[in-house]
């Protein structure tokens, strides 16, 4: 009886198992929670900087930007929906 015990926890111990690794679910939604803010500051700031310096060309280019930018980073989901369009266009079949 004993034998057969220590010998299933040695058999349970001798498993391979699989290491937690690295929990990334929501990290993208983090990384968007602390950058927000920060990114619409510099924006207001350069904004108005051009804005009183009377560059208006420079604004809006600035504008133009910052909302590409924007909606690169904060619509969900759309780097994957990018990244494997442009593989799809490529010839490039992945999971």
């Known amino acids: 009886m004993i034998l057969k015990t220590i010998l299933l926890h040695a058999i349970d111990l001798a498993q391979p198992t699989t290491p937690p690794g690295v929990n990334t679910q929501g990290l993208a939604e983090f990384l968007r929670k602390f950058f927000a803010p920060l990114f619409l500051v510099v924006v207001s700031i350069v904004a108005l900087f051009f804005l009183f310096t009377r560059?208006?060309?420079?604004?809006?280019?600035?504008?133009?930007l910052a909302i590409a930018i924007g909606?690169?980073?904060?619509?969900?989901?759309i780097i994957e929906v990018?990244?494997?369009?442009?593989?799809?266009?490529?010839?490039i079949t992945g999971g």
């Open 55 to 64: 560059e208006i060309t420079r604004f809006m280019q600035f504008i133009i």
């Open 71 to 77: 909606v690169i980073f904060y619509v969900p989901n």
């Open 82 to 91: 990018t990244a494997k369009a442009i593989a799809g266009a490529l010839g």
